[in-house]
């Protein structure tokens, strides 16, 4: 089978660990050249050793836009940028009445402006190449409210206007713009206390796909929006949570397919 992103130079963030190393490594096996961009050094350089010279760790913070000029730098080494993933996110747990500012401003400054500020600045390249794709990462808590999570919630919301604004506006140069939403996946972030999988799992047991998911299935949702499998799709938003904003199965209640 023809590698997907033969040839294809992609910058990644958040890609040490997670989604974002599940995503890198994706990309590359499929052909891509990746530009590996995280604050967790060791971790990246780590993943950007593995992966060989198809790729390059850049220790960035995606709210400064230094940092954005490093990761294009990084990426022109490698070749003509053609795919974003904008994967980097942080969490806050916190009433919102606790919510300080200051907590408040660093989850936004991350999940959201990181996400406008990786399309700013790689917007014109990606149009100088010909065109490309860009994939936004926002999370099924941007589709609904979510106690304790009002800074994330929030600028998961923004993501999705984002991505559209984007779309509408990035389509004549031939850069295709769409969001993932994830539900809770097996990631530092998704299991914060490193509970055992089988016991973890139990929290998704009224899902109807009853467990977490994994960063490789997210992987491969972003390696289709990447690609041109999806030459025809921009704007969209795209659930991948196991079911979980359809609704939660109930024991107790009869759910039996009629006779025919």
């Known amino acids: 089978m023809a590698q997907r992103l033969l040839g294809r130079v992609a910058i990644v963030t958040g890609g040490a660990r997670g989604q974002g190393a599940a995503e890198a490594r994706l990309f590359v096996a499929e052909g891509a050249r990746v530009v590996i961009g995280d604050v967790l050094a060791a971790q990246g350089e780590a ?16 709210s400064e836009s ?4 490093a990761a294009l730098a990084a990426a022109r080494e490698l070749g003509a940028l053609t795919t974003l993933v904008n994967n980097a996110a942080i969490q806050h747990y916190a009433p919102l009445t606790e919510t300080r500012t200051e907590d408040y401003l660093r989850v936004v400054s991350v999940n959201q402006l990181g996400c406008f500020l990786g399309m700013r600045h790689c917007a014109p390249v990606l149009a100088a190449s010909g065109g490309g794709s860009i994939v936004n990462v926002a999370s099924m808590d941007g589709t609904r409210g979510t106690n304790g999570m009002v800074a994330y919630v929030s600028s ?7 991505t559209k604004v984007a779309a509408i506006e990035l389509g004549p140069a ?13 990631t530092p972030m998704g299991n914060p206390n490193d509970e055992d999988l089988a016991t973890y799992n139990r929290h998704f047991a009224g899902y109807p796909i009853p467990r977490i998911g994994q960063p490789e299935e997210i992987a491969k949702l972003a390696l289709f929006l990447a690609s041109d499998d999806s030459s025809y799709c921009t704007g969209a938003e795209f659930l991948a949570d196991g079911g979980a904003t359809a609704g939660v199965h109930y024991e107790g209640v009869v759910t039996s397919f009629p006779r025919r």
């Open 156 to 162: 998961k919301w923004a993501v999705r206007g984002l």
């Open 174 to 186: 031939k850069i295709r713009v769409n969001t993932i939403l994830p539900g809770s996946i097996l």
């Open 47 to 62: 993943l950007a050793k593995e992966l060989g010279a198809s790729a390059r760790f850049v220790r960035m913070d995606v």
């Open 66 to 69: 230094a940092d954005w000029e």
